[in-house]
C-alpha cells in the first residue's frame, strides 16, 4: 500500500491576480487569489504569502465563508469565481459545481454528466487542474471503487474534508487505495 507524503504545494502563476488573501483552516492555510471583483484560484498552501486584500470586494464575504465551512455551518458557497481554463475544464468544474454537500462523484459519473461518457481520463485531469478548491468541490470526486485518488491539497485533507461532509474513511493511515466506507448512495444526475 503506498504511502503518501507531504504534497507539494501548486505553483501560482500570474494570471491569478494581484489580490490575495490567506484563510486559516484546519487543513493549513487556504490562499485565495484573484482580482478585484472575482477569485481566480482557491487553493491549499503551507506558509504565509503576502496579503494584499485593500482592493478585493470579495476578501471579507470569502473569509466569513470558510471559516463558516470549516466550523460545519456552512454546506454552499456563494462567491464570485471565474477560474481560467480551457472550455473543456470550464465544463467539467461547472459540473463539479452540481455535486451537493455530503455526496459523492466518481470520474466515470462526472464523465457521463457531461455527456462525454468516454472521456473518464479528460475528466480526472480537469478534476486536478481544478485551480478552485473547495468551491469548486472537486474533493467530492473519488474513484468507482470508492478509493480517495489524488487531491491537490494532499490525499489527507481530502479525508478530512469527506469526513466533515458526513463520510466515513478507512480506519489506519490514508493512502491512494484508502477508501470511502460510509456514504450516501445517489444518482448524480446534471440538469
Known sequence: MPVLHAHTPEKITQQEGPVC???????????????KDVIRSIRFQPGQVNQNTDI???A???RQQFTAYCCGELQTFDLPIKPIGTDFQQQVWLALQKIPYGELSSYQQLAEAIGNPGSVRAVASANARNPISLVVPCHRVIGSDNALRGYAGGIETKAKLLELEGHQIQAGEITLTSKVLDHRQTEFELR
Not at 488573501?21 to 482580482?35: C, F, M, N, T, Y
Request: glycine share 10%; aromatic share 10%; hydrophobic share 50%.
Open 60 to 62: 471579507d464575504h470569502c
Open 21 to 35: 488573501l490567506v484563510v486559516a483552516s484546519p487543513w493549513g492555510d487556504i490562499v485565495i487569489r484573484g482580482e
Open 56 to 58: 478585493a470586494v470579495w
